[in-house]
């Protein structure tokens, strides 16, 4: 009677070190990825701003509009950091 081959050890290859290592090699490849979103957000926190100063182009109540200005200018924020930390660091 045979007994069944050992269960492979986890690798060091296999911690959360490496999980992104592909990633890492393929933003060496295009490094234009990074410029394309951090304009991304950039044009979330414009468009937050347009909608905040330019009245009567949403049919909304003034508040809403304020309230969906302040969103897309923290996401376009959080996006920026984002970015920043992911490809510019």
Same mark, same amino acid.
């Given at each position: /009677?045979?007994? #069944? #081959?050992? *269960? #492979?050890?986890?690798?060091?290859? @296999?911690?959360? @070190? @490496?999980?992104?290592?592909?990633? *890492? ?6 490094? +234009?990825?990074?410029? =394309?979103? &951090?304009?991304?957000? !950039? ?13 009567? *182009? &949403? ?7 304020? !309230?969906?200005? =302040?969103? &897309? /200018? ?7 950091? %984002? !970015? +920043? %930390? *992911?490809?510019?660091?």
């Amino acid at each position: /009677m045979t007994t #069944p #081959p050992p *269960r #492979p050890t986890p690798g060091a290859d @296999d911690g959360p @070190d @490496d999980r992104y290592a592909d990633e *890492r090699i393929n933003q060496h490849a295009r490094p +234009w990825v990074g410029y =394309v979103a &951090l304009l991304l957000s !950039v044009a979330y926190i414009g468009l937050g701003i347009a909608v905040a100063f330019t009245p009567g *182009r &949403l049919p909304i109540a003034p508040l809403w509009r304020y !309230v969906f200005a =302040v969103v &897309l /200018m923290l996401y376009g924020a959080l996006r920026v950091v %984002r !970015v +920043w %930390r *992911r490809y510019f660091r």
